[in-house]
């Protein structure tokens, strides 16, 4: 049998190292070739690793949330058979013969104590005092109560003496209603059981830690300002309707591929906002097509898969790419390609959403775009009143790179196509 160690392959452009964000497997159990021993995530996405060869497993590189090197060894299976170790193996620790035991040494026989002389007769007993009369007992008093009564009487930790019949003496269900109600003068509180729970220490690793050091990174160095306008979707929500009545085989319409829609129509007037910032270099980088990211939930954390060339979708491709892309995103299924590179981010709670947001830059880009929840209101219409459905749409930028009058500009610009929604299929 021989020991190899199976390193940790390059797994992404520019990679240095990745996170262990889940072993399969521990120190003693038995893996076959081609099994799936652990997750790494990268900056990009998390990435199955599988065994290249059967056997037992001996050591592993370290704990959930430890950074393995590229190249660093990440586990070590003592293998069958023939095959090669690997030459970066640790080496198997030898067995050393214990030194003999010394000679036994009998223990030294004790030299005899003297015998002592024999104690002088003790003196006669002192005569015994006489017995004194104990106390008489207080009289007990009989408690006379169902089982039923005593047990609610334990269960509430009410002493039974310390409560009066109302009739005769036995006491009754009715006597502890009234000693609950009155017994609070004489200090006495109703248990309860404690809603308090336990302190549960989380190891913040995997998503949660990226998710983490980009918010974070994000908020210290881009200087954020946003931006929000309210939108009345009325006759958006009412086309939306009549084509998702007669849209046929093609995919439900959601409001966010009308957005979307929107945002891709208006972004060559305001290439500013369709940007990366380089900040080492000192670059901005206005991209010519619209990369869609789109902020998505998933039980491992948020995260951002992108649309590709969203500027030459119609809403139906629109609707379709979002609902693969975020059910890849949810199943851990999102290609390493589609967690990357977007130009602009679009993030909706929904209906859960609240009345504004304020979201944060994905960066490095400059602006994010947040629509919220559709709310119906009576709105004036000359002196009439109407119920209309209305949205606030937020964004946030980079002052860096977009001033506030080019974010209300743009907002404007996409609230004229939001509330006039057949500019949206026009040429």
């Given at each position: 049998m021989a020991r190899f160690t199976f390193r940790l392959p390059d797994i992404g452009e520019g990679i240095a190292e990745a996170e262990i964000v889940a072993w399969h497997v521990k120190v003693g159990d038995r893996v076959e070739e081609d099994q799936q021993v652990a997750d790494m995530m990268t900056d990009k996405a998390t990435v199955e690793m599988e065994s290249?060869?059967?056997?037992?497993?001996?050591?592993?590189?370290?704990?959930?949330?430890?950074?393995?090197?590229?190249?660093?060894?990440?586990?070590?299976?003592?293998?069958?058979?023939?095959?090669?170790?690997?030459?970066?193996?640790?080496p198997a620790l030898e067995a050393v013969e214990a030194p003999p035991a010394p000679p036994a040494v009998e223990p030294p026989v004790a030299p005899e104590a003297p015998v002592a002389p024999p104690a002088p007769p003790a003196p006669p007993p002192a005569p015994a005092p006489e017995p004194v009369a104990a106390a008489p007992a207080a009289p007990h008093r009989d408690i006379l109560a169902s089982p039923a009564v005593r047990q609610r009487a334990k269960d509430l930790g009410i002493d039974l003496s310390q409560v009066k019949a109302a009739e005769g003496d036995r006491i009754r269900h009715a006597d502890l209603d009234a000693f609950l109600r009155y017994g609070s003068a004489q200090g006495y509180h109703a248990p309860h059981a404690s809603r308090a729970r336990e302190d549960v220490p989380v190891k913040v690793i995997g998503m949660r830690r990226k998710i983490a050091e980009n918010m974070a990174a994000s908020k210290r160095a881009i200087p954020h300002f946003t931006y929000v306008d309210e939108i009345d979707v009325t006759a958006l929500e009412e086309m939306r309707a009549d084509l998702n009545a007669n849209r046929g085989a093609r995919p439900k319409l959601t409001m966010l591929p009308f957005v979307i829609a929107a945002i891709c129509r208006t972004l060559p007037d305001f290439p500013m906002l369709n940007a990366r910032y380089d900040d080492e270099a000192g670059v901005v980088t206005r991209h010519g097509r619209v990369h869609m990211g789109m902020a998505t939930q998933t039980d491992a954390g948020l995260m951002v898969p992108v649309i590709r060339d969203a500027q030459d979708l119609n809403v139906w491709q629109l609707a379709a790419e979002i609902t693969r892309l975020a059910e890849a995103a949810r199943t851990g299924k999102a290609k390493v390609e589609e967690l990357s590179g977007s130009t602009i981010t679009i993030t909706s709670l929904g209906p859960l959403g609240g009345i504004a947001t304020t979201p944060v830059i994905n960066k490095p880009e400059v602006a994010i775009i947040g629509p919220n929840k559709i709310v119906e209101r009576p709105v004036f219409v000359g002196d009439d009143i109407v119920r209309a459905k209305l949205m606030n749409l937020s964004i946030s930028c980079d002052h860096r790179v977009v001033d506030g009058w080019d974010a209300a500009s743009y907002v404007q610009a996409l609230r004229k196509l939001l509330e006039t929604p057949v500019l949206l299929f026009a040429d």
């Open positions: 290249p060869v059967s056997g037992i497993v001996v050591e592993l590189a370290g704990e959930v949330g430890d950074q393995v090197a590229i190249g660093a060894a990440l586990i070590v299976v003592e293998t069958d058979g023939d095959a090669a170790e690997s030459p970066e193996a640790a």
